[in-house]
């Protein structure tokens, strides 16, 4: 009995997946029909996504890369914003089609979720740390509380590798404002979050990023739903063509992100050698299509 | 053998789509238990504070003279038309960090004692209005009767009052307990461990969002059943014959 059980729900499972993988490029189909793309964008303050005050427009690294791709793939865009610890629900629950979101290349990830190979990004974690800390090094935050944001992906290698004591608020303001509220000794987050914030906001003033090397550096890539091989494709050949283009390195410049990160000159020779086809997306100065 | 069955488990939900692998990496289990034991932990502490400070609040509601009332009635007011997630942030974030800023880190207040004291809070108002509903239930003649007994005002509160007052006001209460149970998720938000939190770092991690959901549903559907339990039985127990039913 539990036998036969066991069987129907193998046939099942198995005719579930067949019915996914008939349809597995539904996506790409689905947005041509309607001449439109949803991309779930991070905006957490910077210049990676932030909320232009004057226009209420979605700005930076991750809203102009998502406006890119929906004209690479030649329809509107739809900028959805998402969160760290919810944004694979947006892929998976189709609220969104590609996530353009910080969101870094990890095996677990690439078990559940499909991308796009190519990388248009590397990011590590650095820390920020009141300067009379005396904290030089990943090493010594053991057994010291340390403020990320939940669903970031340092927390494992902070606790297992250097033994800290992790704790997780809901965004990175709730987390960097943990830090100042003395909650935590350091708050680690992405490094283009948190070099650039010591260096421009003077409220930040007593704090400093000691510790010269990043934590986890991973490659950013453009995420999809699992098995969509066409709209990986077609993500994927937009993707290289801008680093034929040079278009990531304009941009890059042109949002004023430093240091440059040496990957994309790297990826923009290989392109060249391997002959990827360019690509470069309008200047972001005209009004965005559809994007809210 | 625990390790057996959970294995068994595991394998169990994997052909429905269920993935709970995490429940075999040890530290992972490890922080999960003890967010359901901060989850404990807190409800523990947050039902006999919300209802100590209820009890106070209505006390001073209804029998308070004029300048206990006034400050109450604002307070009350103030913390029933905000929500409570948004309290803990003004709480914690800013309050704590003023606090801090004063005392280093002599600071005695821990994330989870705010937790406590801003949900005990927020019910205890619900239960001060529930406790005013039943006190201005309690009919006219038997205040009367209690004065020509010489009671006083305190004495008519503790021992005529608030005896019919909870049993009209039970319900209600249980309603609250139940309530203030869920609310202790909130917790997770400012990185108490409480299941939620431990929950949302582990899915963050492994993306099990699905799988996780349930447990705590599960988890908290059992703590609310309890309360309810609970409830049902107090309200057998202090039953008055020939009173309202």
Same mark, same amino acid.
């Given at each position: 009995?539990?036998?036969?059980?066991?069987?129907?729900?193998?046939?099942?499972?198995?005719?579930?997946?067949?019915?996914?993988?008939?349809?597995?490029?539904?996506?790409?189909?689905?947005?041509?029909?309607?001449?439109?793309?949803?991309?779930?964008?991070?905006?957490?303050?910077?210049?990676?996504?932030?909320?232009?005050?004057?226009?209420?427009?979605?700005?930076?690294?991750?809203?102009?890369?998502?406006?890119a791709l929906a004209q690479g793939l030649g329809v509107q865009v739809d900028?959805?914003?998402?969160?760290?610890?919810?944004?694979?629900?947006?892929?998976?629950?189709?609220?969104?089609?590609?996530?353009?979101?910080?969101?870094?290349?990890?095996?677990?990830?690439?078990?559940?979720?499909?991308?796009?190979?190519?990388?248009?990004?590397?990011?590590?974690?650095?820390?920020?740390?009141?300067?009379?800390?005396?904290?030089?090094?990943?090493?010594?935050?053991?057994?010291?509380?340390?403020?990320?944001?939940?669903?970031?992906?340092?927390?494992?290698?902070?606790?297992?590798?250097?033994?800290?004591?992790?704790?997780?608020?809901?965004?990175?303001?709730?987390?960097?404002?943990?830090?100042?509220?003395?909650?935590?000794?350091?708050?680690?987050?992405?490094?283009?979050?948190?070099?650039?914030?010591?260096?421009?906001?003077?409220?930040?003033?007593?704090?400093?990023?000691?510790?010269?090397?990043?934590?986890?550096?991973?490659?950013?890539?453009?995420?999809?739903?699992?098995?969509?091989?066409?709209?990986?494709?077609?993500?994927?050949?937009?993707?290289?063509?801008?680093?034929?283009?040079?278009?990531?390195?304009?941009?890059?410049?042109?949002?004023?992100?430093?240091?440059?990160?040496?990957?994309?000159?790297?990826?923009?020779?290989?392109?060249?050698?391997?002959?990827?086809?360019?690509?470069?997306?309008?200047?972001?100065?005209?009004?965005?299509?559809?994007?809210? | 053998?625990?390790?057996?069955?959970?294995?068994?488990?595991?394998?169990?939900?994997?052909?429905?789509?269920?993935?709970?692998?995490?429940?075999?990496?040890?530290? =992972?289990?490890?922080?999960?238990?003890?967010?359901?034991?901060?989850?404990?932990?807190?409800?523990?502490?947050?039902?006999?504070?919300?209802?100590?400070?209820?009890?106070?609040?209505?006390?001073?509601?209804?029998?308070?003279?004029?300048?206990?009332?006034?400050?109450?009635?604002?307070?009350?007011?103030?913390?029933?038309?905000?929500?409570?997630?948004?309290?803990?942030?003004?709480?914690?974030?800013?309050?704590?960090? /003023?606090?801090?800023?004063?005392?280093?880190?002599?600071?005695?207040?821990?994330?989870?004692?705010?937790?406590?004291?801003?949900?005990?809070?927020?019910?205890? *108002?619900?239960?001060? =209005?529930?406790?005013?509903?039943?006190?201005?239930?309690?009919p006219p003649v038997m205040l009367e009767s209690a004065r020509s007994l010489?009671?006083?005002?305190?004495?008519? /509160?503790?021992?005529?009052?608030?005896?019919?007052? *909870?049993?009209?006001?039970?319900?209600? /209460?249980?309603?609250?307990?139940?309530?203030? *149970?869920?609310?202790?998720?909130?917790?997770?938000?400012?990185?108490?461990?409480?299941?939620?939190?431990?929950?949302?770092?582990?899915?963050?991690?492994?993306?099990?969002?699905?799988?996780?959901?349930?447990?705590?549903?599960?988890?908290?559907?059992?703590?609310?059943?309890?309360?309810?339990?609970?409830?049902?039985?107090? =309200?057998?127990?202090?039953?008055?014959?020939?009173?309202?039913?």
């Open positions: 009995m539990a036998m036969r059980r066991f069987f129907n729900m193998g046939a099942a499972a198995a005719l579930l997946a067949a019915a996914c993988a008939a349809h597995a490029d539904a996506t790409l189909d689905k947005i041509h029909e309607r001449g439109k793309v949803a991309v779930g964008v991070l905006v957490n303050g910077g210049v990676f996504g932030s909320i232009d005050p004057a226009t209420q427009q979605l700005v930076g690294w991750n809203p102009e890369l998502a406006r900028l959805v914003p998402v969160q760290t610890a919810t944004r694979v629900q947006f892929l998976i629950s189709g609220k969104v089609d590609l996530l353009v979101a910080s969101m870094e290349l990890n095996p677990e990830r690439a078990e559940i979720l499909g991308y796009a190979p190519t990388p248009f990004y590397r990011v590590g974690g650095a820390a920020a740390i009141r300067k009379d800390s005396g904290i030089h090094k990943w090493e010594d935050l053991r057994g010291k509380p340390v403020c990320v944001s939940q669903g970031s992906s340092f927390a494992d290698p902070l606790t297992k590798q250097y033994g800290a004591q992790v704790k997780g608020y809901k965004s990175s303001s709730d987390s960097l404002l943990a830090l100042r509220g003395g909650q935590c000794v350091a708050a680690v987050h992405d490094s283009t979050l948190i070099y650039p914030l010591l260096k421009s906001n003077p409220e930040w003033s007593g704090y400093e990023a000691p510790i010269a090397d990043t934590i986890l550096p991973a490659i950013s890539v453009v995420w999809t739903r699992k098995g969509e091989k066409d709209t990986i494709a077609a993500v994927d050949k937009i993707v290289r063509g801008w680093h034929r283009s040079g278009w990531l390195i304009d941009t890059e410049k042109r949002l004023g992100i430093e240091p440059a990160l040496p990957l994309l000159q790297e990826l923009k020779q290989q392109a060249e050698k391997e002959g990827w086809a360019p690509v470069t997306a309008k200047a972001a100065s005209q009004p965005p299509a559809a994007g809210k | 053998m625990i390790d057996t069955v959970l294995q068994a488990w595991v394998s169990f939900c994997k052909p429905l789509g269920l993935n709970y692998g995490f429940v075999l990496d040890a530290s =992972e289990r490890a922080s999960f238990v003890h967010g359901l034991w901060v989850t404990l932990e807190l409800c523990a502490w947050t039902m006999p504070v919300s209802l100590l400070f209820g009890v106070l609040i209505a006390a001073g509601l209804s029998n308070g003279p004029a300048w206990v009332r006034g400050p109450l009635r604002g307070f009350v007011e103030l913390t029933r038309n905000t929500p409570t997630l948004v309290q803990l942030y003004c709480a914690f974030l800013v309050l704590n960090m /003023l606090i801090t800023q004063h005392l280093g880190t002599a600071n005695p207040l821990t994330p989870f004692i705010w937790v406590v004291l801003v949900v005990g809070l927020h019910k205890a *108002v619900f239960h001060a =209005e529930a406790l005013r509903a039943g006190i201005e239930a309690v010489a009671f006083t005002r305190g004495q008519t /509160l503790l021992r005529v009052q608030l005896p019919l007052a *909870v049993r009209f006001a039970l319900p209600a /209460l249980v309603n609250n307990l139940v309530d203030l *149970v869920k609310m202790t998720a909130i917790a997770s938000a400012i990185a108490v461990g409480d299941v939620t939190y431990e929950s949302i770092m582990i899915w963050s991690h492994r993306d099990n969002v699905l799988e996780l959901l349930l447990l705590i549903l599960i988890y908290f559907g059992l703590l609310t059943w309890l309360v309810s339990v609970l409830g049902r039985w107090l =309200e057998q127990r202090l039953r008055m014959p020939g009173y309202g039913q």
